[in-house]
């Protein structure tokens, strides 16, 4: 059982950054597709970004290309997601998701059926 944690989300003003952290336990994180979504009030839940369990292929929504990165240091067990030129419409729920060991995520990255365990989010409020 892989247990996720987030961390690192707050209030920033628009044209900001926050590099949010995600903490894995309980499995071997290096074989682990892992993914960031996210879920602002009234809303469902969206995909922002994924990496292959290899780190060698990496998944952005439209909505946040070019302004986001994700990365992960598997030293740290930790998936990382830099999010830059922040805007009021990236305010919501972030939460971290890993799918199973070594999935293949390059057809469904953004599918939230692809992620078997998910964090309890962190808070992302970006004030205009």
């Known amino acids: 059982q892989v247990q996720l944690v987030e961390s690192g989300g707050g209030l920033v003003q628009a044209g900001g950054s926050l590099r949010l952290s995600c903490a894995a336990s309980?499995?071997?994180?290096?074989?682990?597709?892992m993914g960031w979504f996210r879920q602002a009030p009234g809303k469902e839940r969206d995909f922002v970004a994924a990496i292959s369990w290899s780190g060698g292929r990496l998944y952005y929504a439209d909505s946040v290309k070019g302004r986001f990165t994700i990365s992960r240091d598997n030293a740290k067990n930790t998936v990382f997601l830099q999010m830059n030129s922040l805007k009021p419409e990236d305010s919501a729920v972030y939460y971290c998701a890993a799918a199973p060991r070594f999935r293949s995520i390059i057809y469904n990255a953004r599918q939230e059926r692809t992620y078997d365990y998910w964090g309890q989010g962190t808070q992302v409020t970006v004030a205009s």
């Open positions: 309980g499995g071997t994180f290096s074989t682990y597709p």
